[in-house]
Each structure stands twice: as C-alpha cells, then as structure tokens.
C-alpha cells in the first residue's frame, strides 16, 4: 500500500520556527502535569499552565508573521487544538484533581469537560478550514484557552475562602466552563498590539501572586 508519506523524508511533521511555540507550549503542559500528579505541587502546574497560555497567545502571531506554505498552514491550524487539549484541558484537571475533587461525580464532570472542549476545538478547525483560515471578530462561547486565567484566578480566590467553600468552588467551575466552552453566545474577540501587551503583564502579575499565595 502506498503511503503518503514524502520519499527521503525521516520523521513525518513540522519543526521550522513556525511552530516552536506550541511546541514550548505543550511542553510546559506535561511538566505541569508531572508536577501535580507525581509530586503534588500544584501551584507549579498553574504557573505551567499560565506559561502554556503565554505561548499559545504568541505562537499564532509569530507563525502569520512568518513565511509557510499553505500544508504548514494548516499543520499549524491542528496542533495548535491537539496542544490546547493537552495544555489546557488535561492539565487544569489534573489540578483540580489534585485539589481534592475525587468524588465518582467529579469524574462525570470530567468527561464533560473534556468532551465539550473536544467539540469546541473539532468544531472550530472545520469553521476555519470553511472560512479559508479568515480572522474572526467574535469568540463563540469562551475558547479552551481560556482556562489558562481562570483556573489560576479560582486558585487564588479560593485562598480566602474556608475548605468547604473553595471546594464547591472548583466544583461549580468544572460544570460552568466546559457549558461555556459550547454555549453559542457572542463574545468580542481582543485584538491588537495593546492585548499583546496587556496579557503578558496579567500572567506575570499572577504567576507573582501564586508564588505569594498560599502553601
């Protein structure tokens, strides 16, 4: 049978600087969840998390910014959902797993989660291949992405709250955020050089108070 595999060629895929940033990206996803899973350190997973988010923030615009073929194109269209599920959907519940939530329910919630970011991420590669790759102005529901903010803000407020609370806390996020992740309301989409600016700024001011915050 023949393969489609280019002749010559040893490894199959892309590793031009195009893509160096999701790569980055899904690095610090799996340290993130090494960190939390083998030696419970989770506040390390959510400053992995943030650094993800930086990444995935980044890596979009310097990849238009360079010069691709359209395979590279679309290359970088599907590992960019493929990292968002590692970065962003398997490591935030890793840490809420770690924070306790190991109820038989949570792990419905779980699948759900995970499910509906899966929808999400399918959905919108097969809107942007229709739309021929054509820049948006408005999110549809809250992108997977997203979960690189909240969960380390959740973290931080629930500092401040009593155990029980901080725990019906985290529980009622793992039901709202994958509802939000399909949920088909409009919501402005940031854009220009002041959110490049502003969003590295808020990551490092909570990357600061998770080191601060806490045990």
């Not at 393969?3 to 996803?29: D, P």
């Not at 549809?140 to 500092?159: D, H, K, M, N, R």
Request: aromatic share 12%; glycine share 6%; charged share 10%.
């Amino acid at each position: 049978m023949k393969g489609s595999v280019k002749e010559g060629v040893m490894f199959i895929g892309k590793y031009n600087r195009t893509v160096i940033i999701t790569y980055i990206g899904v690095a610090a996803g799996i340290v993130g969840s090494f960190l939390v899973t083998v030696l419970n350190l989770p506040k390390c997973a959510l400053v992995c998390l943030i650094v993800a988010g930086v990444c995935d923030l980044f890596d979009g615009a310097f990849a238009r910014g360079c010069e691709r073929t359209e395979e590279e194109e679309a290359f970088g269209v599907q590992i960019d959902s493929l990292s968002d599920m590692i970065n962003f959907v398997m490591l935030p519940i890793c840490i809420f797993y770690s924070l306790g939530l190991t109820c038989w329910y949570h792990l419905i919630f779980y699948v759900a989660f995970a499910l509906a970011a899966v929808i999400r991420l399918a959905y919108f590669n097969v809107v942007v291949n229709a739309n021929n790759n054509q820049v948006v102005k408005y999110y549809e529901g809250i992108p997977v992405t997203s979960t690189a903010i909240i969960v380390p803000v959740l973290w931080l407020f629930s500092q401040f709250l009593p155990l029980a609370a901080a725990w019906a806390l985290f529980t009622v996020a793992i039901i709202l955020i994958p509802l939000l992740f399909i949920l088909n309301i409009k919501i402005p989409k940031p854009k220009g050089l002041l959110f490049y600016i502003i969003m590295p700024v808020l990551a490092l001011i909570c990357t600061v108070l998770l080191l601060l915050v806490g045990i």
